[in-house]
């Protein structure tokens, strides 16, 4: 779906939602401000259960958002409306829905299901169930143990999706590390 997207814009939208297991609205109130590029980490605010929290920036997206900043300049929101504003929730399903036919997708596709992506990926991959809890949000494990349905082995390092589809490097790890809160 991403390669398949040629706007710069749309194409953020569902690299946001995908590398950062992103519900719509931690997609729509993410602010330029929230990319902590020196950390690599996305700042996730105001989400469900109004707790802060972060998860990985991919070098990719990094160099995708960058791009994307130089053509839009949006003044606040990471994702604008083309007034300025915030981007509508309507129109990142728009997106999400196109995307998803270019590739000839024809079941139903939400941008919650990039959200799953993410975290079913990770499992794959081979990330501690933990690390996705924390990543998504969710305040008990239970919540994110429907993922399980995939073997899960302890694994204290993982790469970003993303990174993963776009490296030169494939034997890169970068490990996560939330800034100190106090």
């Not at 020196?38 to 989400?47: A, C, E, P, Y």
């Not at 939400?110 to 799953?116: E, N």
């Not at 975290?119 to 081979?126: F, K, P, Q, R, Y």
Request: with cysteine.
């Amino acid at each position: 779906m991403i390669e398949a997207t040629r706007n710069i814009k749309h194409k953020c939208v569902i690299s946001l939602l995908y590398s950062g297991g992103l519900r719509r609205s931690g997609l729509l109130n993410l602010k330029l401000t929230d990319i902590l590029s020196d950390k690599m980490l996305l700042k996730i605010r105001q989400s469900k259960g109004n707790k802060e929290r972060y998860v990985g920036l991919s070098k990719y997206l990094l160099d995708m958002l960058r791009t994307y900043y130089k053509e839009y300049r949006p003044k606040e929101w990471i994702i604008e409306g083309q007034k300025g504003g915030k981007f509508s929730a309507t129109s990142v399903l728009k997106i999400v829905k196109a995307s998803a036919r270019r590739v000839g997708i024809m079941r139903r596709v939400t941008p919650h299901m990039l959200r799953h992506s993410f975290a079913t990926h990770h499992l794959e991959s081979g990330t501690d169930l933990r690390y996705i809890q924390e990543w998504l949000g969710h305040k008990s494990s239970k919540t994110t143990e429907i993922y399980t349905h995939v073997a899960v082995t302890d694994i204290n390092k993982f790469r970003n999706p993303l990174d993963v589809m776009y490296s030169t490097n494939p034997s890169s790890e970068v490990t996560i590390t939330p800034p100190n809160s106090g």
